[in-house]
């Protein structure tokens, strides 16, 4: 049984920096992702990592604000923000499945963390 717990998200101002983590128990995952909804939206791909080659992908509106890492030791994914804006508020999911064929539709991921509230005040 894989379970994936977040952690990390907070209030926060525009501008500002906060580190997300994501734990996964159970199996190693291939590829992980981060996606994000605010309310009344659909949730979206962020960015995402792949195990084998630690390749990362990222969603246009977070390029060159967020990171995305991976400890393989420890089977958990951060993802690093800054230069936060209003508009990144949402509930921030982890996300995981054992494909190597990277993908930003939600659908695609078996596994699925509980979510984290990231608030950025303006």
């Known amino acids: 049984q894989v379970q994936l717990a977040e952690s990390g998200g907070g209030l926060v101002q525009a501008g500002g920096s906060l580190r997300l983590s994501c734990a996964a128990s159970?199996?190693?995952?291939?590829?992980m992702s981060w996606f994000r909804q605010a309310p009344g939206k659909e949730r979206e791909f962020v960015a995402g990592?792949?195990?084998?080659?630690?390749?990362?992908n990222y969603a246009d509106s977070v390029q060159g604000r967020f990171t995305i890492s991976r400890d393989n030791a420890k089977n958990t994914v951060y993802l690093q923000m800054s230069s936060l804006k209003p508009e990144d508020t949402a509930v921030y999911y982890c996300?995981?499945?054992?494909?190597?064929?990277?993908?930003?539709?939600?659908?695609?991921?078996?596994?699925w963390g509980q979510g984290t509230q990231v608030t950025v005040s303006s």
């Open positions: 996300a995981a499945k054992n494909s190597r064929l990277f993908t930003t539709t939600p659908l695609s991921y078996n596994y």
């Open positions: 159970g199996r190693t995952l291939i590829t």
């Open positions: 990592i792949r195990g084998s080659t630690s390749a990362t």
